[in-house]
């Protein structure tokens, strides 16, 4: 719109066809409109008060709960010198690789893998139980591992079975228990994905392989895993996305303790903002976090193109 | 086994015993993952019917309902479930109805700006959604919505748009366009062709967005947990938090039972959509777009 009246006098005919275009775009965007509100206000709105209210003092209550001052880079300044914040950088890493990049990935297509060869019922029946896991409510799911890790839980009997001693794993060891934690429980999402995609390689390729004497390693190799080539990065961006944002499963099992020992960013945002009452401290942790999600979200849209670029 | 095939035994004759050998190895290994997957579920599933449950796993020495029995009150139950069911049902029956109107356009213009638009609610499908909840407390305070019960299904229902979006696009581009062409001539709007082609054409498609945002918002505890105070609002995935926290060292048995509870109505609910589609793995093609 604001074109067609800037642009000087073009010809009548075009500034018509000009207006009907926009008229015509305006019709046909309308439906649009509720779903681009909708993020507009509770999406697009929020990530821009991270990036403002992360240079304020805003707290959780008292006067600067409502009048919040403009403080400039302070808290990125108090962040980038905070000794808690590096770790929980370190640990988040260290999180997302161990259960997502390694165990999640790792192990949901090794689980694809042998459901292609295993017998029927068996592939269904191991496919079913994984799923159970992750179909579970976050925070059933959280309890039961909680259950698991705890000094008298199974682990200890188990353990206690073959003659060995317990601990309270969850105090000494915080960051394998919600690892563990978090492969048990995301395993799923990966393995279907693979699942469906494994199903997709034309046999024709591992045949031709076969014939040519490739043994089955070769064939998985050489053959299949190229293949799969576009799914396993898409679905290595996927659940590292979903496992930088799992907070409720680290609360419930660790509160991120003890002391900082299993903090991971969106469990130090969460306590720095409403234990400790400094929402912008908060704010400018999850504004770290938005920038590493955004990294992440554009390679994988990248991958997609590229794909969609192939096919 | 193999004996069943004795013509093509020339060429399988080496093949065939390496291959029953892997399809064992195969089908053991799973056993073996999954029975790793199933142990952790034990607990739930005995300290629920165990009269004197504790963190041990054990067979219970007697069977009891008094667990379901005790749990089964307005304040513990019934009203947290009956928030759950209203929260997750609004939640994706508005996320349903704005991504069909947005996948209309979406799938039947082309246009850069809807090219745009796409790429824009792909990249919301990766947001981490945990690292906004900080910056959205402050805006809920900001929009006086902090511990409205609506407020909170408006940010469910935003923050599961983009993926919702998404799927309702690609169920509906498999529509041809054809037919509503026909509706065109007849002189039907786009709207009306919409609402009398498309939709019923996709109704799988539909009901597989809804379970999938419902089950989102059903489990979800970090959205609520912020946003919710009163106790009255509190939906299941909170209210078990609290009831954990008050009576955590006492009351195993009932967390169980009410878990139980709790996390039936999802599994029912994911059962059926990966039956309507065709199996789980469909349902999870459909996701990944």
Redesign the interface.
Known sequence: MTRSTTAGSPPPSRRRTGSTTVVRALVRGGPLLPAAILLAVFLIVPILWAFVGSFTNATLTGVTATSPEWVGGANYERLFADPDFSLSLWLTVVFTVASAVIGQNVLGFAIAFAMTRAHRRMAAIGGGVIVLAWVLPEIVAAFVAYAFFSRDGTLNQLLGVVGLAGDNWLFIAPMATIILANVWRGTAFSMLIYRAALAEVPPELIEAAEIDGANAWQRLMRVTLPVLRGTIATTLMLITLQTLSVFTLIYVMTAGGPGNASSTLPVFAYQEAFRFGSVAYGTAIATVMLIIGAVFSLGYIAVLRRAEADR | MSAATPVTAARLSA?SPARGA??MW??V???V??IA????????LL?AFDPSA????RIPSSLTLDNFAAVLTPQTTFIPIMNSVALAGLTATLTV???L??A???SR?R?R??RG?L?A????T??????????????F?FLGLLDSFFGTV??L???S??MA?FMTKNFMDAVPVSLEEAAWIDGAS??KALRTVVVPLMRPGIAVVFVFVF?QA?????VPF?LLFSPEKQP??TS??TF?GQFGSIA?GQ?AAF?IL??LP??VL?VLASRLIGG??????SV?G
């Open positions: 093949a892997s399809r195969a089908s290994s799973l056993a993952v999954a997957f199933l142990v952790p579920l034990a607990w739930l300290a504790t963190y041990q796993t109805l704005a991504s109107l947005a209309y356009p979406l213009y246009s700006f809807h638009f790429y609610v792909l990249f919301g990766c947001l981490p959604i945990t690292a906004i909840m900080v910056p959205v407390y402050s805006v305070v408006l940010f229902t935003a923050s748009l983009p979006i786009a709207m089950l059903w489990g979800n505890f970090f912020v299941a995935a078990i938090y954990f195993y967390l878990s709790y996390s999802v599994i994911y789980s793995f469909a349902l999870a093609g990944k």
